[in-house]
């Protein structure tokens, strides 16, 4: 069972940096694929990277070349990488786990229930 907790959000001017990290506790997090998610007001809970236990990675369209997600297995944490930030990157950004790439890509049979996140806000 892992348990999972999101930290770095904050309040950043458009094209500005963050960097999320999500810290993880298990004995199998490196086994596990994990993948970055928001949620906007009024918007469904979309995925924004992930990340398979190979390194294998995986970004939405809109984040692509902006973002980079990573994960450092001795430390059992994943780490997103936010650059050039845009007004509607502004979220609740949540991390979670699964057996594979393709469930975080199908945020299908996700092993975490989603706890509070982190607010990232982008505004000038």
């Known amino acids: 069972q892992v348990q999972l907790v999101e930290s770095g959000g904050g309040v950043v001017q458009p094209g500005g940096s963050l960097t999320l990290s999500c810290a993880a506790s298990?004995?199998?997090?490196?086994?596990?694929?994990m993948g970055w998610y928001r949620q906007a007001p009024g918007n469904q809970r979309e995925l924004v990277a992930g990340?398979?236990?190979?390194?294998?990675?995986q970004y939405s369209v809109s984040v692509k070349g902006r973002f980079t997600i990573s994960r450092d297995d001795d430390k059992k944490t994943v780490s997103l990488q936010m650059n050039s930030l845009k007004p509607e990157d502004t979220a609740v950004y949540h991390c979670?786990?699964?057996?594979?790439?393709?469930?975080?890509?199908?945020?299908?049979?996700?092993?975490?229930?989603w706890g509070q996140g982190t607010q990232v806000t982008v505004s000038s």
């Open positions: 990340i398979s236990s190979g390194g294998s990675t």
């Open positions: 979670n786990a699964a057996q594979g790439l393709g469930q975080i890509t199908r945020a299908t049979q996700l092993f975490y229930s």
């Open positions: 298990g004995s199998a997090f490196s086994m596990y694929a």
